[in-house]
């Protein structure tokens, strides 16, 4: 590991893994700033056979003095989107290139060789081809798929027709600006050309950002709903779902809130949290329904702030206020003299000073990442449920942040609360209170 330095850019990714086994790329201190050129997740690892997890993220970053049970808060500074072009689409799985798991345990389906190494023959989606037999070996194909080019001034996309999608196939890497030590095929590679004239915003946001799980897994599944995959599966990354629960840190988020602006509070799980982050995204949309929305390169620099003995089970979110559901927006002036006004009159005592705060939970399914966003609040903020519950329908909500099961729960809470569970602070100079 490099010396403990104030910034620190990262170059190395790992491969479709993140752990303790994937080993640290450097050492910072609390208050240092973390850069990387991050290339796209998703649909380019996805399509690399020999690649053991659907994301392709950065070495992980020691933290100095970061024990298990602490925080890491990872304020977002930029999200710069790199990529020239982009695919993405529906997807359509090759049945005899995996096991199991597509995203994970992927193999040949020629030689049956388990994540075969390969290499490219032209363009098109049969262009992925095993080194050992010729037979075509990636596990995923679109259904519909489409490309997009990107305005750069980073505002606005429109997805090409076939000829430009040929053109971006020829020059992949250069298009998908893939930073040196990438391993991915781009999917660029594949011309996908359908949708063409589609008009798409740009907001750019990180969809896996936070610190390692307490074990080696597939990047891709450090979360309640990809990692239920992990149970009990037949590969070298099977858990029990009791084993899943202990080791995930819910980093893949995919949550179109982790942009700029935005700060996130991760648990850490292993001696010096290990920071790490990829699967950009050009624009997401709530649900990400298709599955997997416009992945891209992109220059990302976050500033990490060590948080002593919080111990929280999951990731909390403390958005940009305007990305804040109505209902969960710090009050007004104008209403803290309204709630005071009436509860005098009525002869109560009330505590006006309050803010927002948003649990992130993941399951199987949204009904279990609701369950989970309660379970945490209710353990993190020492309430009962039924308190939670009743808070988060009438000063809060649900919003989902990706089928199958990640969801955001936002609570407004009153600062005496907040402040008894080391959370005030944060939250104060988060939102100017």
């Known amino acids: 590991m490099a010396e403990t330095t104030t910034t620190v850019f990262v170059d190395r990714f790992t491969h479709g893994l993140i752990g303790p086994d994937t080993g640290f790329f450097a050492t910072v201190s609390s208050g240092s700033r973390i850069r990387a050129i991050t290339p796209p997740g998703c649909w380019g690892p996805m399509i690399t056979p020999d690649f053991r997890g659907g994301h392709e993220v950065t070495q992980p970053v020691y933290v100095e003095g970061a024990e ?6 990872l304020h977002i500074e930029e999200v710069k989107v790199l990529s020239r072009a982009a695919s993405t689409g ?22 049956g060789r388990p994540w ?41 996309a429109v997805a090409v027709d076939q000829d430009q999608a040929s053109l971006f196939a020829k020059q992949a890497t250069l298009y998908a600006a893939l930073p040196d030590h990438s391993e991915q095929y781009p999917v660029l590679v594949f011309a996908a050309h359908e949708l063409a004239g589609l008009l798409v915003r740009m907001r750019p ?36 779902a009791q084993e899943l629960d202990a080791v995930r840190t819910d980093a893949h988020l995919d949550c179109t809130d982790v942009r700029p602006g935005a700060v996130l509070l991760c648990p850490v799980k292993v001696p010096g949290g290990g920071v790490y982050m990829g699967d950009a995204h050009s624009i997401m949309g709530r649900g990400e329904v298709a599955v997997h929305s416009i992945d891209i390169t992109a220059d990302i ?57 948003q649990f992130i939970g993941t399951g199987g399914d949204l009904n279990a990442a609701v369950n989970n966003a309660v379970d945490r609040a209710h353990r ?7 308190e ?17 099961g990640t969801v955001q729960l936002s609570l407004m809470l009153p600062k ?18």
Request: proline residues 8%; aromatic residues 6%.
């Open 68 to 73: 298990v049970g602490d925080v890491l808060a």
């Open 90 to 111: 529906t997807m359509r799985l090759n049945e005899r290139a995996f096991e199991g798991d597509a995203f994970v345990a992927k193999k040949c389906p020629g030689c």
């Open 116 to 156: 075969p190494k390969t290499e490219l023959a032209g363009i098109g989606e049969n262009a992925i081809r095993c080194k050992e037999c010729g037979a075509e070996a990636s596990p995923f194909h679109f259904q519909q798929g489409y490309t997009v080019v990107f305005d750069p001034a980073g505002r606005v």
């Open 205 to 240: 946001c990180i969809g896996n950002i936070g610190t390692i799980p307490a074990k080696t897994i597939p990047d891709s599944h450090n979360a309640g709903d990809f990692g239920a995959f992990l149970i009990d599966a037949p590969h070298p990354y099977g858990l029990s």
């Open 301 to 357: 620099t976050v500033r990490v702030d060590l948080i002593k003995e919080l111990n929280l089970p999951g990731p909390i979110l403390l958005p940009r206020v305007q990305d804040l559901p109505p209902i969960a927006q710090p009050y007004t002036t104008e209403e803290r003299v309204a709630f005071q006004n009436l509860a005098e009159k009525h002869g109560l005592s009330v505590e006006t000073e309050s803010g927002p705060i």
């Open 380 to 386: 993190v903020l020492g309430i009962s449920r039924d």
């Open 388 to 404: 939670v519950l009743n808070r988060a329908t009438v000063t809060g909500e649900v919003q989902i942040t990706r089928l199958p």
């Open 416 to 433: 005496t609360l907040l402040e008894s569970r080391g959370l005030w602070s944060m939250v104060k100079e988060q939102y100017a209170l």
